[in-house]
């Protein structure tokens, strides 16, 4: 087999989720991949009892295979088209395959009551929201699915674990999620207190380099007003002008002139 080949199988073996997370491990800052991690030793080893074409077993052999730069994805045009992929098999490693549209309900209701069928998809759902902000890397069979397997306490937790553990602000994946859940009342988001408390920090300290983007989430958040009004003295523009944080203090005079011309329109 050819070494795109190889890559093509092991692609269609274990899913798209789980094929850029083993490549994209070769490119994590302060690692020269000259071996396999030992869940990739694992991963690979099972692709390569199941495959029987006899791919490089070697740790060395598989790194030439996916540490270039050339290596890291198969284009959409040359993938393996979806296939569901037996029950058994599914409900053991549901983020393996590349998925079809459509999941049977009875599947997925029976999946998520087993701890490790949720964690493997919450892991893959929350993933993408952190390297990226939304559900793309994660694919769009899981918000397609699970709201006609899930009943409301199920959704509330989903909910809860993406927030937590994905560590992005919910501005950003939110409305995607409410798009999916349609008719699930979802927990108060926590954004304006996180972004609140970060620019106040901030502020106190002196340094951010972030500042001027968390100005500009805030702007998106309703708390923008009453956070950039001067007449208010617990907001973050008065906390500014007393610490006299001079550049800070011009980033926020000009979001508040923003949202006024904005609002004015």
């Known amino acids: 087999m050819s070494d795109e080949e190889i890559r093509k199988r092991f692609l269609a073996f274990c899913g798209e989720a789980t094929y850029e997370r083993f490549v994209g491990a070769f490119t994590y800052p302060g690692w020269k991949p000259s071996r396999l991690r030992y869940w990739q030793e694992k991963l690979w080893l099972e692709f390569c009892e199941q495959d029987g074409r006899n791919p490089p077993t070697d740790s060395q052999a598989v ?4 540490a270039g730069a050339a290596c890291a994805g198969v284009p959409a045009a040359e993938l393996p088209p979806p296939v569901l992929p037996d029950k058994k098999a599914f409900l053991q490693s549901p983020t393996r395959f590349r998925l079809p549209e459509e999941i049977p309900a009875d599947w997925l209701l029976e999946g998520w009551k087993q701890r490790a069928f949720r964690d493997d998809v919450v892991y893959s759902l929350a993933r993408s929201v952190n390297k990226v902000g939304d559900f793309a890397l994660a694919g769009d069979v899981w918000l397609k699915n699970l709201p006609r397997a899930l009943d409301h306490d199920a959704v509330l937790d989903l909910y809860v674990r993406l927030r937590d553990e994905s560590q992005r602000l919910e501005i950003e994946w939110r409305p995607a999620f409410e798009a999916a859940f349609q008719g699930h009342a979802l927990p108060a988001s926590r954004d304006e207190e996180i972004v609140v408390a970060a620019l106040r920090q901030m502020i106190e300290s002196g340094s951010g380099q972030a500042f001027s983007y968390m100005v500009e989430v805030l702007l998106g ?31 926020l005079e000009a979001a508040r002139r923003d949202m006024k011309s904005t609002d004015a329109s």
């Open 221 to 251: 958040l309703p708390v923008a007003e009453e956070q950039l009004n001067p007449s208010n003295p617990a907001s973050l523009f008065a906390l500014a002008k007393q610490l006299q944080r001079t550049a800070m203090l011009s980033i």
């Open 63 to 66: 790194v030439a295979l996916f």
